[in-house]
Nanobody
Framework: QVRIVESGGGLVQSGGSLRLSCASSGIIFSVYTMGWYRQAPGKQRELLAG???????NYARSVKGRFTISRDNGKNMVYLQMNNLKPEDTAVYYC?????????????WGQGTQVTVSS
């Protein structure tokens, strides 16, 4: 059974920092591309940061320079370090694991963790 579990959300003041963690089990973690997404009320879910099995990263323009994604394959963990947080970063943050094998896509999501940034 695959489990993706986020933690580390909470309430923080504008300009503050948070570190989100995502624990994965039931998958061969090291071969998956891991990503962090968020969804604010009334908005679509958006990709914030991705990290491939080979170590390549990509970031949304809105968070580049402020957020950093990293992974620990030995612990099956992925992290999102968020600095200089802004009120517009308030959202539910989701961890995603995805792998493409031929025509098959293996795509798993966590339940989300709330991040609230006060002004």
């Amino acid at each position: 059974q695959v489990r993706i579990v986020e933690s580390g959300g909470g309430l923080v003041q504008s300009g503050g920092s948070l570190r989100l963690s995502c624990a994965s089990s039931g998958i061969i973690f090291s071969v998956y591309t891991m990503g962090w997404y968020r969804q604010a009320p009334g908005k679509q879910r958006e990709l914030l940061a991705g990290l491939t099995s080979g170590g390549s990263t990509n970031y949304a323009r809105s968070v580049k320079g402020r957020f950093t994604i990293s992974r620990d394959n030995g612990k099956n963990m992925v992290y999102l370090q968020m600095n200089n947080l802004k009120p517009e970063d308030t959202a539910v943050y989701y961890c995603n694991a995805v792998r493409q094998v031929g025509r098959d896509t293996y795509d798993y999501w966590g339940q989300g963790t709330q991040v609230t940034v006060s002004s």
